[in-house]
């Protein structure tokens, strides 16, 4: 079975600032994609980034990037420059590779709060 | 982009009343789709993979002659919540895979309300 962690319920950042969200997982597969989602107020689910687990460069999408520990099974999220937008739900989640099915895996979720 | 309808956005039903909601993909085929609900401040959970002319399949816990999935086309899963209660009051998230690959699209999400 696959568990997701996120031991961060709520979080908060300064403008501008810097701020990592954890994140670890727990599987026995070797292929998998590691995912964070964002979720706003709306409810809409929006990806933020993707990691595929046979890449061992970090993710990187604009302000946002992963920090990968394979080995560890950590797959935390560091947002740069924060801006008061970022402010949302956000899950880590894991998905098996090919052939083993495309549901995904989630984490019980980080609430970021963006201090103007 | 690809985008996945939902509909409806939000809608309220009586105790023991059955409620449909629908989760379309608008520009492309999705052979398969997920089911999930959210409680509040909650993760989501999943409920059912759902695969087109097939039965979907149902994750351990989740009823299935409660929560009728229908994939009878490839842009079309319906969710059924048949004689609903206050506690089926959730939000309810549909994602749909698109193509071979691993790019799943979300829909907007439902919001039923049982009174």
């Known amino acids: 079975a696959q568990t997701v962690t996120q031991s961060q319920p709520e979080m908060s950042v300064q403008e501008a600032e810097t701020v990592t969200l954890s994140c670890t997982y727990d599987?026995?597969?070797?292929?998998?994609?590691l995912f964070w989602y964002k979720q706003p107020p709306s409810r809409q689910m929006i990806l933020v980034i993707r990691?595929?687990?046979?890449?061992?460069q970090n993710a990187t999408e604009n302000r946002f990037s992963v920090n990968f520990q394979k080995a560890a099974k950590s797959f935390s999220l560091k947002i740069s420059d924060s801006q008061l937008g970022d402010t949302a739900m956000y899950f880590c989640?894991?998905?098996?590779?090919?052939?083993?099915?495309?549901?995904?895996?989630f984490g019980t979720g980080t609430s970021l709060t963006v201090i103007p | 982009g690809a985008v996945v309808s939902q509909h409806p956005s939000r809608v309220i039903c009586k105790s023991g009343t059955s409620v449909k909601i629908e989760c379309r993909s608008l520009d492309f085929q999705a052979t398969t789709m997920f089911w999930y609900r959210q409680f509040p401040k909650q993760s989501l959970m999943l409920m059912a993979t759902?695969?087109?002319?097939?039965?979907?399949?149902?994750e351990q816990g989740v009823e299935k002659d409660k929560f009728l999935i229908n994939h009878a086309s490839l842009t079309l899963s319906t969710l059924t919540v048949t004689s609903a209660h206050p506690e089926d009051s959730s939000f309810y998230i549909c994602?749909?895979?698109?193509?071979?690959?691993?790019?799943?699209?979300f829909g907007e999400g439902s919001w039923l309300t049982v009174v």
């Open positions: 989640a894991f998905m098996k590779g090919y052939g083993g099915g495309n549901q995904f895996y």
């Open positions: 759902s695969n087109e002319g097939s039965k979907a399949t149902y």
């Open positions: 990691q595929e687990a046979y890449k061992q």
């Open positions: 599987t026995s597969e070797s292929n998998y994609y």
């Open positions: 994602s749909a895979k698109a193509g071979s690959g691993n790019t799943i699209y």
